[in-house]
């Protein structure tokens, strides 16, 4: 099982950016033109930070990170993403 766990972790790495743009637009499909608008200048930044995010899943898996271990990775990018915004 853990081979297959950690296959998975390399396929969410591999993919990763395909993954943020569609979480992207799915994000953004139920928003107006307008919101569109005001969001374009800050779409590729936006969809950098997703695959940043969605990379944090595929290391986990990949190298079995334990708890806390993964607790440290993910509070350590929402503080990072937080000084952005």
Same mark, same amino acid.
């Given at each position: 099982?853990?081979?297959?766990?950690?296959?998975?972790?390399?396929?969410?790495?591999?993919? +990763?950016?395909?993954?943020?743009?569609?979480?992207? %637009?799915?994000?953004? &499909?139920?928003?107006? !033109? @307008?919101?569109?608008? /005001?969001?374009?200048?800050?779409?590729?930044?936006?969809?950098?930070? +997703?695959?940043?995010?969605?990379?944090?899943?595929? %290391?986990?898996?990949? &190298?079995?990170?334990? !708890? @806390?271990?993964?607790? /440290?990775?993910?509070?350590?990018?929402?503080?990072?993403?937080?000084?952005?915004?």
């Amino acid at each position: 099982m853990k081979d297959e766990i950690g296959f998975l972790g390399d396929k969410i790495l591999e993919y +990763r950016f395909e993954i943020a743009n569609e979480v992207h %637009e799915n994000r953004i &499909d139920d928003i107006t !033109e @307008e919101e569109k608008k /005001q969001l374009a200048p800050f779409e590729v930044e936006l969809i950098n930070i +997703r695959a940043h995010f969605i990379i944090l899943f595929g %290391e986990v898996l990949r &190298d079995y990170l334990n !708890e @806390e271990r993964a607790l /440290q990775k993910f509070t350590q990018w929402g503080k990072e993403t937080e000084e952005m915004f």
